[in-house]
């Protein structure tokens, strides 16, 4: 079965441990594809995507999950926005030749932002640390360690055509106080079976495959797989939206000098092109009906 670009979610029927497997193939070639990344960038800019979609499928939100890391390094940023339906769009900045491998190296000293947008310009949550540990997966178990109990894992691999990753994590259960010790005994076995997972399994086997391979002894209840995309939420209205933050004096005087005034959508590269007549129109209050981008 292909389970390239899905989302699976299990859970063991007897303990309170949950998980999820996500495949990308098709969301990591379209994202990659958007600019001429140095294949350390592109692994990491994966990397990020695996860890975005395993996170997003266990936090609740309506909008979408943002995850950012910055530094002072060779790649001064590195951003995956994932959406409540696995809209995936991300992007990297960097500079020079890059010669370095390992994650702090490439990051420099920095930070990890994680944005949680629930739709609504009130309650938007943002968390903020320092970057510590030597991979997205290592960063990422950092922050949850010190800013939620849950207790989590996860692996990450990433080769040039395909990135995967596997996330289990402990439930927190109301028996959780008494049974505590043979709760941990459990948590620890099930995450040691877990980390025997090798990259080009977790890469190149079928989700069922990795369960049975990794969880023979436990009974798992798989979830249907959920599709993972690339898709950009820009549009002509939110690139309006832009424009007319800039405001009116600062468009027309971009519009003195050329015929139109150009945007790019960095995450996917459509470019918006607004000439004098769109330009007015953006600081009329009746915006004229949506029409479609052009691409160049
Ligand atoms: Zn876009």
Redesign the pocket.
């Known amino acids: 079965m292909d389970d390239h670009d899905t989302l699976n979610r299990f859970e063991f029927e007897h303990l309170p441990i949950r998980g999820e497997i996500v495949k990308l193939e098709a969301s990591l070639r379209e994202i990659s594809s958007r600019h001429e990344y140095p294949p350390v960038v592109q692994n990491l800019l994966g990397e990020l995507m695996v860890a975005t979609s395993l996170l997003s499928a266990t936090i609740k939100f309506e909008e979408s999950l943002i995850i950012q890391l910055q530094g002072d390094g060779p790649v001064s940023m590195v951003v995956v926005e994932c959406t409540r339906q696995f809209a995936l769009?991300g992007l990297a900045h960097w500079s020079g030749d890059i010669t370095q491998k390992k994650l702090p190296e490439l990051i420099g000293e920095g930070r990890l932002v994680i944005t949680v947008d629930p739709g609504s310009k009130t309650n938007r949550y943002q968390g903020i640390a320092q970057l510590e540990g030597d991979s997205i997966a290592e960063v990422i178990e950092n922050y949850l360690a010190r800013s939620e109990q849950l207790r989590t894992h996860l692996w990450i691999a990433v080769n040039n055509l395909t990135a995967a990753g596997m996330l289990l994590q402990k439930i927190p259960d109301e028996n959780d106080i008494e049974f505590e010790d043979e709760i941990d005994d459990t948590w620890e076995r099930v995450e040691i079976l877990g980390t025997t997972i090798k990259n080009d399994e977790l890469l190149e086997l079928p989700v069922k495959k990795i369960l049975r391979r990794l969880f023979h002894q436990d009974d798992i209840r798989l979830y249907e797989p959920e599709p993972v995309s690339f898709r950009?939420s820009?549009s002509r209205d939110r690139v309006r939206e832009v424009l007319r933050a800039l405001g009116h004096k600062e468009v027309s005087s971009i519009l003195s000098e050329r015929e139109t005034v150009g945007v790019n959508?960095e995450?996917?590269n459509?470019h918006y092109e607004f000439d004098r007549v769109d330009a007015e129109q953006i600081f009329t209050s009746d915006f004229p009906p949506d029409v479609p981008a052009t691409r160049h």
């Open positions: 769009r950009c820009c959508c995450f996917c459509l």
